[in-house]
């Protein structure tokens, strides 16, 4: 059922009516199959945020070419359109063929920030579904979440009947034809269909699992409580990213997105090892696409969709181990006339050569940003981020010398152990970067950008207790006086009181559900953006529920403490996490694993996958490198096997990674 003649009036009383029209170049509506098993695929916020997403898009074309699978998106309306479709009882709709979101068998949404699961709710809602799993019958979505907020699963396990847990390119095909299978059958019940999805490697049913509480309400332990669900749901590994080379019809939009250029995924994983990121540790081993694919992916994008902005993008894009070549090659490349520039959203400043800098800065230059994450060599221990201040000046001078003018610095504030002398150690740090600038520039400027530490699910900070809202200002506010007669440095921070939100459900269990559905029902949606956020809707919810911020957010947590996520297995062993967690403590940095040998984290015994990248060459300029240059005939895929810091690597030439 098309709602496009209900919809259609609307449009002139929004804003933005070109969020919901669709018709992006790329953009292939499915041709209409019957025995399919249709996906929703949405992402919960607005289309110029959805839009971008690479895993929606991935998905989206790996599904429609199934036999069995159709697959359309969906985006989060904003509140000037969802007040006009509750009043004119339009329901959410697909922006492909405006199909009524009820048409479909699944809806399954990417989630990368916490903030917005109240907007998961409002959408479930929308789509003219019960909002808790338990209320739905057979004829209902199945409602499924994926990406890597859904490694703690159990705040929203209440409203989902699966959870697809690491990559999704495989599992996708799975689903699909376990839910084709069901649909055949005339879907008779909904626990089969459970069931049949609890024995798909990847995929956590929470209805199948119960959480077990304590007299005091601590968490004891989760368990199945039916024979289909295993004890533990291990993640699902790509082992060779070369098989996937998506999307291949990037969509172009219409109106103005976020992120507005090609984008080709270079690699997945990191081995750097820093303690505070959950996405370096979940996504475990680096794999790396072939050089070759890169540059073709990159020379048919641009052809197809016309840009001349390309973004390689990765966790740390300059570690991958063909990076210059490659970007030399996408910048010279004669068809597109010099004119196109290179995007690395990840620098690492260790990893930052002259030979980078000069390559990506032929186009058109704008600003770049490195993140040394912290102010200070002693907090840069703590947190595993091993880069030198000598690094971060030899980077920042290679860019400067190569006709940069702007420079943006990421740092993180409340992380563990974190001292004044640490905090003020940011400012310190930017006054250098400026000096360095005046020896090439007359006017440099630097922005530091300060986020406040929210500890996270399978990293060693798991255990930590979270700075309060008001000690996260007070170190801001430290900061901004220390840097007030500094004209050259802008002084930007994330609201604390975000960061303490988005702690409530970063590391909680089920009972958070009713906080969340309480959140929404009054009227908290949109919490990621900053007109929007409400913080004393969360505490106003926690109170009304008997929780508290003490418990959830400012609390540290025991070694034999039961956590939330006990059941997932993200590839990491649980005694790695908190050997990493008493390094932290004791100031110990841990060299990248991809270049020294083994730490049994699990990721890779675990999943029987090496490092797999595409040349056999280390980071250029890495404090974490060997500094050896090794050549393997041609680009052949390689893994590169552990050995001791100063000795010769030793290298394993395959035809197809492994």
Not at 191 to 211: F, M, N, Q, T
Not at 394 to 409: I, N, P, T
Not at 563 to 584: S, T, V
């Amino acid at each position: 059922m098309t709602v496009w003649n209900r919809l259609e009036p609307l449009l002139g009383k929004v804003q933005k009516p070109a969020r919901y029209i669709g018709c992006e170049d790329g953009a292939q509506v499915p041709e209409p199959r019957p025995a399919a098993a249709e996906w929703l695929l949405g992402y919960p916020d607005t289309y110029e945020i959805g839009l971008p997403n690479q895993g929606l898009q991935i998905l989206r074309e790996i599904i429609n070419e199934h036999p069995r699978g159709l697959a359309e998106r969906t985006y989060a309306p904003w509140t000037d359109l969802e007040e006009l479709m509750r009043a004119n009882d339009v329901p959410l709709f697909s922006v492909d063929t405006h199909r009524a979101a009820g048409d479909f068998d699944l809806m399954a949404f990417n989630l990368s920030a916490e903030l917005t699961y109240t907007n998961l709710v409002n959408l479930i809602d929308l789509a003219g579904c019960p909002v808790r799993s338990a209320d739905r019958a057979p004829a209902d979505l199945l409602i499924g979440v994926g990406g890597h907020c859904t490694y703690n699963p159990e705040p929203i396990a209440d409203f989902v009947d699966f959870v697809v847990l690491g990559d999704g390119e495989e599992v996708v095909g799975e689903i699909t034809d376990v839910v084709a299978d069901w649909k055949a059958e005339g879907k008779p019940d909904r626990i089969g269909i459970l069931r049949a999805l609890a024995g798909i490697h990847g995929v956590y049913v929470p209805s199948l699992y119960d959480a077990v509480h304590d007299e005091s309400g601590r968490l004891v332990e989760t368990v199945p409580n039916d024979p289909a669900a295993p004890d533990v749901v291990e993640k699902r590994t790509l082992a060779d990213l070369a098989d996937w080379p998506y999307p291949k019809q990037q969509l172009v939009p219409l109106t103005e997105v976020v992120h507005d250029r090609l984008n080709v995924e270079v690699f997945r994983g990191c081995t750097r090892g820093c303690r505070f990121c959950q996405a370096g540790m979940i996504t475990r081993p680096v794999r790396e696409r072939p050089a070759d694919q890169v540059r073709t992916m990159i020379s048919e994008g641009l052809k197809r969709t016309g840009y001349d902005e390309v973004a390689l993008t990765s966790l740390s894009t300059a570690d991958f181990s063909g990076i210059e070549q490659v970007v030399h090659d996408t910048v010279n490349d004669p068809e597109c006339g010099g004119q196109v520039s290179v995007s690395l959203p990840s620098l690492r400043v260790d990893a930052f050569t002259v030979g980078i800098a000069g390559q990506i800065g032929k186009a058109r230059r704008t600003g770049l940003t490195f993140a040394p994450e912290a102010g200070t060599w002693r907090m840069r221990q703590v947190i595993n981020k091993l880069i030198r201040e000598e690094d971060l000046y030899e980077a920042v001078g290679s860019a400067y010398s190569q006709g940069w003018r702007r420079m943006k610095l990421y740092f993180l504030t409340g992380l563990p152990t974190e001292t004044d002398e640490d905090t003020l150690g940011i400012a310190r740090l930017a006054r250098n970067v400026v000096k360095i600038g005046r020896e090439h520039h007359k006017n440099p400027s630097v922005t530091i950008s300060v986020g406040g530490f929210v500890p996270k699910a399978f990293t060693p900070f798991q255990w930590f207790g979270q700075n309060t809202q008001d000690e996260l200002r007070r170190k801001i506010n430290l900061l901004r006086d220390d840097l007030r007669k500094e004209h050259a440095v802008k002084l930007k921070w994330h609201d604390p009181k975000a960061s303490v939100a988005e702690g409530i459900v970063s590391r909680g269990d089920r009972r958070l559900g009713a906080v969340i559905e309480d959140v929404w029902r009054n009227g908290g949606t949109f919490q990621e953006w900053s007109e929007k956020f409400d913080l004393q809707l969360w505490l106003d919810a926690l109170e009304r529920n008997g929780l508290t911020m003490e418990e959830y957010v400012y609390r540290h947590r025991e070694e034999d403490e039961a956590l939330p996520w006990d059941h997932i297995f993200a590839g990491l062993h649980r005694d790695f996490l908190w050997m990493e967690w008493r390094d932290a403590l004791n100031e110990l940095g841990l060299e990248d694993c991809r270049w020294t040998p083994c730490y049994d984290c699990g990721a890779c015994t675990g999943y029987g996958i090496e490092h797999v990248v595409a040349s056999a060459v280390p980071p250029a300029g890495g404090s974490q490198g060997t500094g050896q240059d090794l050549t393997v005939g041609g680009e052949v895929p390689v893994t590169l096997l552990a050995t001791k810091p100063g000795t010769p690597l030793a290298v394993t030439a395959v035809g197809e990674p492994t």
